[in-house]
Nanobody, 119 residues
Framework: QVQLVESGGGLVQAGGSLRLSCAASGRTFSTYVMGWFRQAPGKEREFVGD????????YYADSVKGRFTISRDNAKNTVYLQMNSLKAEDTAVYYC????????????WGQGTQVTVSS
């Protein structure tokens, strides 16, 4: 079991930056693949990107590639989402999620943090 708590959301102007953090409980954080998702009003939740257990492998949605960076610090049980060159369409609730290595299901979710980008 792992519990996830996001932080770092807020209001930012278009072109600005924000860094989200996701703190995880539990001693087995390094065995989980960590992901970020987002959900805009009236839209379905969408995948933003994920990072492998060691931090060496990352994957991003085309919509954020080149602007967002995911990293993790296994010693701190924390994963980060650095968001640069933010656009109004990045406005959403951002969720941190975890899945066990070599599985497909994202079984663990945080409560979400709101990111609002003003144009």
């Amino acid at each position: 079991q792992v519990q996830l708590v996001e932080s770092g959301g807020g209001l930012v102007q278009a072109g600005g930056s924000l860094r989200l953090s996701c703190a995880a409980s539990g001693r087995t954080f390094s065995t989980y693949v960590m992901g970020w998702f987002r959900q805009a009003p009236g839209k379905e939740r969408e995948f933003v990107g994920d990072i492998g257990w060691s931090g060496s492998n990352t994957y991003y949605a085309d919509s954020v590639k080149g602007r967002f960076t995911i990293s993790r610090d296994n010693a701190k049980n924390t994963v980060y989402l650095q968001m640069n060159s933010l656009k109004a369409e990045d406005t959403a609730v951002y969720y941190c999620a975890a899945r066990v290595r070599d599985t497909e299901a994202w079984n663990y979710w945080g409560q979400g943090t709101q990111v609002t980008v003003s144009s």
